[in-house]
């Protein structure tokens, strides 16, 4: 098996993905697209940055949107499960020789930041501001109807190391490809929330983030949406889609923000809480594993993302790009 | 307008297309794949022919399969209101220096056969053998749960001779592409039994089959045989879709038999039943009236047809193909 | 057979039924119900009229709302082929000694009024104007996304009565309970456009418009409306439902304006359009014909209505009735 | 707040309900509910039982008929994160006086079994044989297309009791509905794997499971095994829904097998991972609660029930019985 086993007994207790911080150059454009066209609801919102969340959320967002001159991510953020966990991460990543710092944030409590070893920038908290889900505010529905927050996936030029590294920290790999010609790792998806995934690792330039993904009730929120986005101005910013991936079993759509973010709707998913919940393993010759159905996906697909900032990007430590579509 | 004034009060009565003879070189194969995986239901088959229907409908068949050294189509059916009409459909040939014949048909009365202008083989019939309908059997349902046969698509050599020829016969066209440099019609879709169409003609080396469609419940469907498909060996038969036409609306899926038959999979529709119903123009410019989405279709989707048995093909009079994916 | 022969040669050719005109007692809040709730589309209002339609719909209303001191049903509508069947519908109407005018309505054509022989009020034109469908404005839909007018039914204390009336008319039966003791029809569903019915007559004091019902394209849109009528207080307009008939095999949602008038919603039908479509025979002692899966409807659904404009209402010819809930 | 804290840190981790043992007194029947019309998968079957796993699941079992001369529960079943796990809850429960024994069972590794201070038999292990997701073998999917267990419901003659007992073993209270007049809890749901509940609660004769739930993608599949079972001889087998509750927001469908054993088909949950995720309280005379769109529950849902062996049943300790549906 060339993922290593899963750490069952982690140092501190990450719980699950929280929010991203993105910068976008236009927040009027950026609100368009989230808000009037995906149909996330507004938290709060000030002259400098919209607070976004899906309709079960408690925490206080999901995303924040802060106005910039240039976009890129500040951070990807993580709740762990109480305060003394934080302390945990710190004497983790200290004992790692890694940078560390506490920050303010606001709507959170005491925040702790750090980089993984190849830049990415890193948040980890206990407890965000608590606000009502929406539920069951069903007039309140609109757009793609995104329930919540499902994962991030990121491009990464040293795969096999991030999966060593996020494994440490205690997320289980739940599928993974493999270059049988290397036998290393090609992508990785990991969890620590009992799905398949609270963040995925793939091949390429790298660090850089690939997509934000939002989970919904059903496909039929994916086609509303693409009937919307592409009767409405939206046709460009439809990247990929809809399909079903192999890998995940998801019915998804990506699409892309007026800065080129690329967000992912998916629908269906599989509970994996079990310890012993065995990694499915994908041959990177397999086309089936990125689309079931047996469509090509773009380039851009394969070749954009988001930058983090401050974070140097790097060639990918393997080369053979599995690119299927002109 | 470059396609005709409807012809309200034609000479004689089609209700609606009927059926489609195909021939098939492995009646083994086309099982599995008409019965087995798209889930229609056999009213009858002996050592030569399958006769299927979709599950509300109550005509004998909507589809035969003949077992043959070469796929072909052998003749595309119709439906006409009474006997007398057979009778004035062969008047209205033979004013067209049109040969004609009277045929005989299994579990169908009289049948009045005759070639358009370009050759494609046409039948008619009033009465045909009704069969129970199986709509409220749900235990029989399966694969992609066909209601009705919905229509068919050809490639014609000359749209504009085809729309004014089947628009004499009373087919109302309902949405059309016009090649805004010549002022031809590119392709049109024409119906008699209250829907979109129940014919399509579309530019192209013809007369050829382009498809034939059938009409299913909501796009879960759709979505349920592409996972079928895909896991059982078909991957390779699914050609274009999922996805949403500019024109029709239709949520499509398009798959191959193993003759290369292709059979569109159709869900949403629009009444247009008023004879004051105005047909939709399409600029052949515009991407979205393939795929409102924006997702390219295959080369094979533009190129690729069945033949009709005895009808000799043409290269089409425009030359412009639209294709928009490699 | 205790429905008689299908007349296939009308003296006048229906095409549809085409719109209903409802008096309301309150303007704003019908607005509430049938605009900000359902989701129809206004095409025009003014001080005591509000003229509304579905997604696809080209004609320029399906529902016109007047203010008024009481709440009742002012006609029933329907649209035929050509100005011509205005004048054989006159001359149908006066062979039978009805009464019959010649009425002025707004953005409508030639327009003839009668009423049928119990006094429920028709009204028949060739022409409205028309605009534009909505169908692929897919910004707009909202509430129950609902595609067009479906049906009327209506209570009827002479259903063998009415059936033959309608049926001289031209209309067509699809579906229809028999009282197996008198040999009497309990209830008939007939059609003109190709679907399970335009109109429908149960038996119950009338004539009553039981309900108007609107076509939608999948279940999941009911269940929408569920969700938002439950919880943005229309809990109590909610009557019956979600279920399935057995007689037509829909899926539905019947709900309450606000001054009672009842809308079904409808989803799934099939087609009528064969000369030789066989009417479905069911027991008036079969519950499943109600409710395929069994649940009881309330005793509103059984015995409400709204009444026409100058009818009187009688006591229906049978007397049995089935009502299976409390 | 009526509902106690959460215990956080509990003494033993219980990762997720696993299987149930139902006694059946006709495993052919039982077998044609379950596998036929339900549409679960047999991982093995003997003379004398058969064992059943839902679409995703891992472990080779969520469900054990036994066939037996009367129908009752033999034991709910947990698996807990690891070996240490076991030994740590036998001391749990001798801490609490409580007898406890080491019990053999097919399929899993050690096991560990319990009766609660009501008499509701436990087991609990960390290890059961390991099979193959069947996830995407799509052809394998029929019925209703479940997915994988969610949840167990008990009648408790001592909610209060009950729900103390749990979150004293580390079931977290999502939602509750609280009895205003005496301050007590009518019932309480209560997770360990991260959705509204593995276990729920409510006030009534027991100890007796009300029903077992299964997950299911979408409300689609719901109305088609409504469709199936009503027309292949279940009718009577359904016994409530299709609905919402207002609790937990799922979309349900309770069903009966042979025996009476009681099953929910349930789509809709929501994530509730965080440590600081606040429990929703309702009152217990808020009809929402039970069915959001208002429609009432046969009578036989409030009272029925499967006995667990060795149980003795007792008078609940609250007595208005919000029964609200004849």
């Not at 004992?95 to 948040?123: H, K, N, S």
């Not at 330039?205 to 039929?220: D, K």
């Not at 690329?262 to 089936?288: F, N």
């Amino acid at each position: 098996m060339p993922v290593p086993a899963p750490n069952l007994y982690p140092d501190f207790n990450v719980i699950r993905l929280s929010h991203v911080d993105y910068r976008v150059t236009d927040l009027a454009k950026a609100r368009a697209f989230y808000v009037d066209t995906l149909g996330l609801q507004v938290t709060e919102e000030n002259a400098g940055t919209i607070y976004l969340r899906a309709m079960e959320e408690r925490g206080h967002h999901c995303i924040a949107l802060h106005g910039a001159d240039e976009a890129d991510v500040a951070a990807l953020s993580f709740k762990v499960f109480d305060e003394e966990d934080l302390d945990k991460a710190e004497h983790w990543f200290k004992a790692r020789d890694i940078a560390t710092e506490w920050v303010t944030r606001p709507f959170q409590g005491r925040t702790f930041r750090a980089r993984d070893p190849w830049g990415m920038p890193l948040e980890f908290y206990a407890r965000m501001d608590r606000v009502e889900p929406l539920t069951q505010k069903y007039a309140l529905y609109k757009g793609v109807r995104a329930l919540r927050i499902d994962h991030f996936n990121m491009f990464s030029s040293d795969v096999d190391g991030a999966v060593a590294f996020y494994n440490d920290m205690g997320f289980r790999t739940t599928e993974f490809t493999e270059d049988e010609e290397t036998g290393k790792v090609w992508a990785a998806w990991m969890h620590r929330k009992g799905g398949v995934h609270d963040i995925a690792f793939t091949n390429g330039l790298g660090p850089r983030l690939h997509h934000t993904a939002f989970w919904v009730g059903n496909p039929l929120h994916i086609i509303d949406l693409l009937d919307v986005m592409s009767t409405t101005g939206w046709l460009e910013s439809i990247e990929r889609g809809p399909g079903r991936h192999g890998i995940s079993n998801a019915f998804f759509l990506y699409v892309r923000d007026p800065d080129g973010h690329r967000i992912e709707i998916y629908a269906s998913d599989y509970q994996t809480v079990d310890p012993d919940h065995e990694p499915i393993r994908w041959d990177l010759k397999d086309p089936q594993r990125q689309t079931l159905w047996g469509a090509p996906a773009p380039r851009s697909w394969f070749e954009e993302g988001s930058d983090f900032d401050g974070a140097e990007v790097k060639e990918p430590a393997l080369k053979a790009q599995p690119i299927i579509a002109p």
